[in-house]
């Protein structure tokens, strides 16, 4: 067994599902989803020893995420698959989803969420969803405090 290796599943545990939130956010095809949440991991695993000394290990992972993201859905553009979020599957199996009927408003501000453009996806995303301080969502998205604003309400937590 790796040095660490027993501290790097703790943080797994931890990180893996709101790396998969975050991205839920964003996508809305589940296989990109858990494909991009898989590869952040295998980065951070990768890079343990930066990411576990890192100020902001949230804020890495968040970015590297998104990178991820950004790689899966340039390559669906490339392979002339559609991008439109409304095109998307929701990532519910369709017989689910009188199960997931709570859901509908939630749903709907995802659709919502993920039709804005990329970088107010983003803040969005990581403010209702993560509470993310504004230093924090600079740095996941590599601007300055002032360009990451969003609403200081967010009714979706």
Same mark, same amino acid.
């Given at each position: 067994m790796k040095p660490g290796s027993e501290e790097f599943s703790r943080?797994?545990?931890?990180?893996? =599902? +709101?790396?998969r939130r975050y991205l839920i956010w964003l996508e809305g095809?589940?296989?990109?989803?858990?494909d991009t949440a898989q590869e952040t991991m295998i980065s951070a695993?990768?890079?343990?020893?930066?990411?576990r000394n890192h100020a902001q290990p949230r804020a890495w992972l968040f970015?590297?995420?998104? +990178?991820?993201?950004?790689? !899966? +859905?340039? !390559?669906? /553009?490339?392979?002339?698959l559609s991008t439109d979020p409304s095109d998307l599957p929701d990532g519910i199996p369709s017989g689910a989803k009188d199960a997931f009927a709570v859901w509908?408003? /939630?749903?709907a501000i995802?659709?919502?969420? /993920?039709?804005? =453009?990329q970088q107010q996806a983003? !803040?969005?995303a990581l403010q209702c969803q993560h509470d993310l301080p504004l230093g924090e969502i600079a740095a996941?998205?590599?601007i300055s405090t002032g360009l990451s604003r969003v609403p200081e309400h967010c009714a979706l937590t």
């Open positions: 943080f797994f545990a931890h990180w893996e =599902p +709101q790396v095809d589940l296989s990109v989803i858990d695993f990768r890079y343990w020893e930066r990411v970015k590297v995420a998104g +990178q991820r993201l950004c790689d !899966a +859905q340039e !390559a669906r /553009r490339r392979a002339g509908d408003d /939630r749903l995802l659709d919502a969420v /993920r039709k804005l =453009p983003v !803040a969005t996941v998205m590599g």
